[in-house]
């Protein structure tokens, strides 16, 4: 059974940076694509950034530039640099792992098996 635990959130002023971190375990890490997705109150769970087990990445537009994930596969952690914040990333922050082989990076939430229990992210103006 998979599990994943996030950590990191928190409150933050305009401008500044947070770190998530995603710690895996259960399953053979380094070979599943893992995201991060983000909800908002009365919004749809959206991808922001995801990275394939080979290093490949994506960003929602709305990031890019600004946020980085990683991976360290010693060490079952997804990582999510986030810098430069606004307002509009305050949300619940999820951390998901797609367990088939070599999907990709999908955008949509319902592709992805093993979901973290979320953190909260709040960006202060």
């Known amino acids: 059974q998979v599990q994943l635990v996030e950590s990191g959130g928190g409150l933050e002023q305009a401008g500044g940076s947070l770190r998530l971190s995603c710690a895996a375990s259960?399953?053979?890490?380094?070979?599943?694509?893992m995201a991060w997705f983000r909800q908002a109150p009365g919004k749809e769970r959206e991808l922001v950034a995801g990275?394939?087990?080979?290093?490949?990445?994506r960003y929602t537009d709305s990031v890019k530039g600004r946020f980085t994930i990683s991976r360290d596969n010693a060490k079952n952690t997804v990582y999510l640099q986030m810098n430069n914040l606004k307002p509009e990333d305050t949300a619940v922050y999820y951390c998901?792992?797609?367990?088939?082989?070599?999907?990709?990076?999908?955008?949509?939430?319902?592709?992805?098996?093993?979901w973290g229990q979320g953190t909260q992210v709040t960006v202060s103006s």
């Open positions: 998901a792992e797609d367990t088939r082989s070599d999907p990709g990076i999908l955008i949509a939430a319902s592709e992805y098996e093993y």
């Open positions: 990275i394939r087990w080979i290093g490949d990445r």
């Open positions: 259960g399953r053979t890490f380094s070979r599943f694509t």
